[in-house]
């Protein structure tokens, strides 16, 4: 990697230079974390590249101006999650991989979405995967006959019980541990066969969930961010 810098229109700019064996042509990413990055193909003649990187001033303006300086750190299942964030000139998809503790997120260009709706999004996937089928698997386990099971982004609650059995959960659940999401789960479950919160009702959570107080404590301490 070799740091380069070209002025274009009386403005300075600074970028890494990538020589990749894979790469087919010239192509531009933009990283919060990296800066600007030119990756070319080997052989690629070094003046082709700067009349490359000349011609997409505007892009780079423009993705330099939005990129977040350094990197954000989330939550997912109880870990804290580090976010990289590129912005690459020819994806035509948003694309989030996740890797050990690190979430990788690459953007098209012209993208509006800011980070926070990005990771948000990739959240809401996780939500979906994960938590609709440990419904059923916990429903199926002790018993509960559930109707719809349903993921939103509820601003003050992280579950849900109808009268009906329908049941809905906050995407959000999924920075917690897997613990506290069971908690939750059976909580909402539990409300099937007592809409309420009488002793009763406790009494069958704490039948599934012995140490269900400290799960709902820890939960308690963190409130629902938007």
């Not at 002025?7 to 894979?22: A, C, D, F, P, Q």
């Not at 101006?65 to 976010?83: D, R, S």
């Not at 948003?94 to 993208?111: C, D, K, Q, R, V």
């Not at 099937?192 to 308690?220: G, M």
Request: aromatic letters at 8%; hydrophobic letters at 35%; one cysteine or more.
């Amino acid at each position: 990697m070799d740091s380069q810098k070209l002025i274009i229109r009386g403005t300075e700019y600074h970028y890494r230079l990538i020589v990749s064996n894979k790469a087919k042509h010239a192509r531009l990413q933009a990283s919060a974390e990296k800066g600007i990055q030119l990756i070319i193909p080997r052989g690629f003649p070094l003046k082709t590249a700067e009349l490359f990187i000349s011609s997409k001033k505007d892009w780079i303006d423009k993705h330099l101006n939005k990129l977040v300086p350094g990197h954000t750190k989330h939550m997912f299942l109880g870990n804290e999650l580090e976010i990289k964030h590129d912005v690459i000139a020819v994806a035509k998809t948003y694309n989030a991989e996740l890797n050990g503790n690190t979430l990788f997120i690459t953007s098209p260009p012209g993208s509006n979405a800011s980070l926070e709706n990005l990771y948000d999004a990739w959240l809401k996937m996780k939500a979906y995967n994960y938590i609709l089928g440990r419904v059923k698997e916990l429903a199926d386990k002790h018993g509960f006959k559930t109707g719809r099971i349903t993921i939103r982004g509820q601003k003050t609650r992280w579950g849900s019980c109808s009268r009906t059995g329908n049941l809905s959960f906050n995407f959000r659940l999924m920075t917690h541990n897997t613990r506290i999401i069971d908690y939750v789960i059976i909580h909402e479950l539990c409300h099937i066969k007592e809409l309420n919160h009488s002793d009763k009702f406790w009494k069958l959570v704490l039948e599934i969930i012995p140490d269900y107080k400290a799960l709902r404590q820890k939960l308690k301490s963190n409130p629902i961010s938007q």
